[in-house]
């Protein structure tokens, strides 16, 4: 279902991307497959909980190295 939402956006290779309300990442895992290219884009997960941006940088550790910025944000 995501990426029928996400090709709806039309994300192309390149873009810079928001996930705002990224939870642990799974969406920003879907994004940065999408828009990744030979040129550097950027990648920005945001979510309200430490808690879970911790987590998503584990999963971005370990399983899904990628270049993506998460942060906390109200």
């Given at each position: ?65 990628i ?8």
């Amino acid at each position: 279902l995501h990426l029928l939402a996400f090709r709806a956006l039309q994300i192309q290779p390149g873009m810079d991307c928001l996930d705002i309300g990224c939870g642990t990442g799974y969406t920003t895992v879907l994004l940065h497959a999408m828009a990744q290219s030979e040129v550097r884009n950027r990648i920005l997960g945001i979510d309200i909980s430490p808690h879970a941006i911790e987590i998503a940088r584990g999963i971005f550790r370990s399983a899904h190295p990628i270049d993506a910025q998460l942060r906390t944000q109200n």
